[in-house]
């Protein structure tokens, strides 16, 4: 049972459901890749010709985010399509029982976007250290 909770963290739906919003860098995010996630966001996913590769790279992607990353009670993929389209609410931090701060993106538009931007470069962190620690 614990061994399918560490090898099966994110969904290759999800990831290509965040692809269509690829030219952002949202799947490269939820991946755990924030560098190129970064990238694709100021670039439009290189032009739209990154994004377009990255159509066939999403099952690899998706092996090693699955292998990186701790499995456990919260969702990998609930908490990212929260951020991704509630960001600015805060109901991802919420979902994950950080009230005060989910509070505070609710009121300051996900803390000035700042916030927002600080999640999808540490999501997956947040949620590994937080499965890790229900264990």
Request: glycine residues 14%.
């Amino acid at each position: 049972m614990s061994n399918a909770l560490h090898h099966d963290t994110h969904s290759k739906t999800i990831g290509y459901l965040l692809w269509i919003f690829g030219f952002l860098g949202a799947h490269r995010f939820y991946y755990g890749r924030p560098v190129t996630g970064t990238i694709w966001f100021f670039t439009l996913g290189l032009l739209g010709v990154g994004w377009l590769i990255d159509l066939l790279l999403i099952p690899g992607m998706d092996r090693e985010a699955d292998l990186r990353f701790h499995g456990g009670r919260t969702s990998y993929n609930v908490a990212w399509v929260l951020l991704t389209f509630l960001g600015v609410f805060g109901v991802h931090r919420m979902y994950m029982g950080k009230w005060l701060t989910g509070i505070l993106y609710l009121c300051t538009g996900g803390f000035f976007l700042i916030g927002v931007l600080y999640d999808f470069w540490t999501l997956n962190e947040q949620i590994s250290i937080r499965n890790a620690r229900l264990f």
